[in-house]
């Protein structure tokens, strides 16, 4: 249902920019074109309004509180989602520092190795 919710929300944009369009360079002539946009928008309206019935939507009460206090909830997302990016970026800087450092230690354990046969080796 969440695919097919995204593409309705993305057809009904589409829409309204047709929409738009039409109406900020509105002719007598466009007249069916705007009345064809806005009888589509008001299809999609009704379209996403129908997939509310099947949706489970549950906002954080977090973001209840953030919004009651006149937090910006867009503001809210863009914070979550650097904060996010930036522990990513942390995770994967200690993923790669983990792998140089295996491979330092594997390096290490075959020098040893390698000693250990020289030294083993009795040379006459």
Not at 37 to 43: H, N
Request: with cysteine; aromatic share 8%.
């Amino acid at each position: 249902h969440q695919r097919e919710l995204y593409q309705q929300v993305r057809s009904t944009i589409e829409t309204l920019r047709n929409l738009i369009v039409t109406v900020e360079g509105y002719q007598t002539s466009s007249k069916d074109n705007y009345i064809d946009w806005l009888g589509q928008y008001a299809t999609n309206l009704r379209d996403l309004d129908s997939m509310s019935d099947h949706l489970v939507v549950e906002i954080p009460r977090e973001m209840i509180r953030l919004v009651d206090e006149g937090v910006n909830p867009f503001v809210v997302t863009q914070q979550i989602a650097n904060e996010t990016i930036t522990r990513e970026k942390a995770t994967l800087g200690k993923t790669l520092a983990l792998k140089v450092m295996c491979v330092c230690v594997c390096i290490d354990c075959v020098n040893s190795l390698i000693w250990f046969f020289i030294c083993s080796l009795e040379i006459p």
